[in-house]
């Protein structure tokens, strides 16, 4: 082979090489990428809601039972046969309204025969006083006996004596035949009728009730409170009436109702590190029944900012408490918080979050820390409206 075509035969073969080279080379890259980007798992759709900044007050929750302002046992007075009752169950009657009927015969009777007794102690009184006034005229002019004299004004007296004993007697009858007519002592909701017509009763502390009554409006709350929340919210404030209370049902979410506390026990139990407070609230409507179960809400101190977020949008990792950040370049960064009580649906965050921060609220379990996402922006969820807070 001449040397010229033998030079052209190896750069030709040179060339090949080159390019067979360059498209293997190629070839891997392009390989490399395509597993690395297959590795690479694509950004989680994740709902992120900015932190609720507001400005709450602190409440505290407790248990309790609910408690009649009045209650009253009807015992009978007198004694007797019951002759009618005039109340239905579970009614609600108003002050004086009657209730029972004592047979009234016997001390209408006693009644009758305390005015004739009456009546002739008046006669004898008057006549002993006049008797007296003309003993005094002869007196003086010692027409009479000085033993006679104190005979007849003994007999004034005791004829005045005698007078004032009836009149007792008649007031007292008329109080035992005031008694058979047994009305209600308050106004309130009326027990069943525990003796019906028919039924003799006795007269007595130890007499068999006849049924129970306790008032309905206002009505009572008591519960137990914890020695901080005695000395931080009740142990001033109480005292004038300016603590806030609301009041919540087994059967019902949120607190329903808002009232006042009534009273603080004047010592701490020793054993349990609670103090008795009595709350008062209004019950026109007759809801609430005494012996219920309340959920009770003490609030105090005064109103200071605080970040809220869901629940939904918390995570636990052992003992702790974590949310998922969501920063400016959409990446999702751990973050650990404290939680406080509960407000308007919400929860206190007492710390780990500032007002601004974005935090994942659905899809937590799809996102780790450092993690890519894309965030559909909502608003934060809460729960029932005008709902008072509570842990």
Same mark, same amino acid.
Request: no cysteine; hydrophobic share 40%; charged share 20%.
């Given at each position: 082979?001449?040397?010229?075509?033998?030079?052209?035969?190896?750069?030709?073969?040179?060339?090949?090489?080159?390019?067979?080279?360059?498209?293997?080379?190629?070839?891997?890259?392009? &390989?490399?990428?395509?597993?690395?980007?297959?590795?690479?798992?694509?950004a989680?759709?994740?709902?992120?809601?900015?932190?609720v900044?507001?400005?709450?007050?602190?409440?505290?929750?407790?248990?309790?039972?609910?408690?009649?302002?009045?209650k009253?046992?009807?015992?009978?007075?007198?004694?007797?046969?019951?002759?009618?009752?005039?109340?239905?169950?579970?009614?609600?009657?108003?002050?004086?309204?009657?209730?029972?009927?004592?047979d009234?015969?016997?001390?209408?009777?006693?009644?009758?025969?305390?005015?004739?007794?009456?009546?002739?102690?008046?006669?004898?009184?008057?006549?002993?006083?006049?008797?007296?006034?003309?003993?005094?005229?002869?007196?003086?002019?010692?027409?009479?006996?000085?033993?006679?004299?104190?005979?007849k004004?003994?007999?004034?007296?005791?004829? *005045?004596?005698?007078?004032?004993?009836?009149?007792?007697?008649?007031?007292?009858?008329?109080?035992?035949?005031?008694?058979?007519?047994?009305?209600?002592?308050?106004?309130?909701?009326?027990?069943?009728?525990?003796?019906?017509?028919?039924?003799?009763?006795?007269?007595?502390?130890?007499?068999a009730?006849?049924?129970?009554?306790?008032?309905?409006?206002?009505?009572?709350?008591?519960?137990?409170?914890?020695?901080?929340?005695?000395?931080?919210?009740?142990?001033?404030?109480?005292?004038?009436?300016?603590?806030?209370?609301?009041?919540?049902?087994?059967? *019902?979410?949120?607190?329903?109702r808002?009232?006042?506390?009534?009273?603080?026990?004047?010592?701490?139990?020793?054993?349990?590190?609670?103090?008795?407070?009595?709350?008062?609230?209004?019950?026109k409507?007759?809801?609430?029944?005494?012996?219920?179960?309340?959920?009770?809400?003490?609030?105090?101190?005064?109103?200071?900012?605080?970040?809220?977020?869901?629940?939904?949008?918390?995570?636990?990792?052992?003992?702790?408490?974590?949310?998922?950040?969501?920063?400016?370049?959409?990446?999702?960064?751990?973050? *650990?918080?404290?939680?406080?009580?509960?407000h308007?649906?919400?929860?206190?965050?007492?710390?780990?979050?500032?007002?601004?921060?974005?935090?994942?609220?659905?899809?937590?379990? &799809?996102v780790r820390?450092?993690?890519?996402? &894309?965030?559909?922006?909502?608003?934060?969820?809460?729960?029932?409206?005008?709902?008072?807070?509570?842990?």
């Amino acid at each position: 082979m001449k040397p010229k075509a033998k030079h052209f035969v190896i750069t030709a073969v040179a060339t090949l090489a080159v390019a067979v080279a360059g498209t293997i080379t190629a070839f891997h890259v392009d &390989r490399a990428s395509t597993a690395h980007a297959a590795q690479m798992p694509p950004a989680a759709e994740v709902d992120v809601a900015p932190v609720v900044a507001k400005t709450i007050t602190d409440w505290q929750s407790y248990s309790g039972r609910l408690e009649a302002i009045g209650k009253v046992e009807i015992r009978p007075l007198v004694s007797g046969t019951i002759v009618a009752v005039y109340f239905k169950d579970g009614s609600l009657v108003k002050k004086g309204d009657p209730l029972f009927t004592i047979d009234p015969r016997p001390y209408q009777a006693e009644v009758d025969r305390a005015a004739a007794q009456l009546a002739a102690a008046q006669a004898q009184q008057n006549y002993a006083s006049t008797d007296f006034a003309r003993a005094q005229r002869l007196i003086g002019d010692n027409a009479i006996a000085k033993r006679d004299f104190d005979q007849k004004d003994n007999a004034s007296r005791e004829a *005045e004596a005698n007078l004032k004993a009836a009149k007792a007697a008649l007031e007292q009858a008329q109080l035992n035949l005031g008694y058979t007519k047994v009305v209600a002592p308050v106004a309130g909701r009326v027990s069943r009728a525990e003796l019906t017509v028919g039924n003799i009763v006795s007269a007595g502390a130890s007499s068999a009730v006849m049924t129970t009554l306790v008032s309905v409006s206002p009505i009572y709350a008591s519960f137990n409170v914890d020695e901080q929340t005695y000395l931080q919210y009740l142990s001033h404030d109480a005292k004038d009436g300016a603590v806030p209370v609301h009041l919540g049902l087994a059967n *019902e979410d949120g607190y329903s109702r808002t009232g006042v506390v009534d009273s603080v026990d004047n010592q701490l139990d020793t054993t349990s590190g609670t103090i008795r407070v009595r709350a008062r609230f209004d019950n026109k409507d007759g809801a609430l029944v005494p012996g219920l179960f309340a959920r009770i809400q003490v609030g105090g101190g005064a109103p200071h900012p605080a970040v809220l977020i869901d629940d939904r949008a918390i995570g636990t990792d052992q003992d702790k408490k974590f949310v998922m950040v969501v920063d400016e370049q959409d990446k999702a960064q751990y973050r *650990e918080v404290q939680l406080g009580p509960l407000h308007d649906g919400l929860r206190v965050v007492a710390s780990g979050l500032k007002p601004g921060d974005r935090i994942v609220v659905n899809g937590l379990q &799809r996102v780790r820390p450092g993690d890519a996402v &894309r965030p559909n922006m909502v608003q934060m969820a809460s729960g029932p409206q005008n709902v008072a807070s509570g842990s």
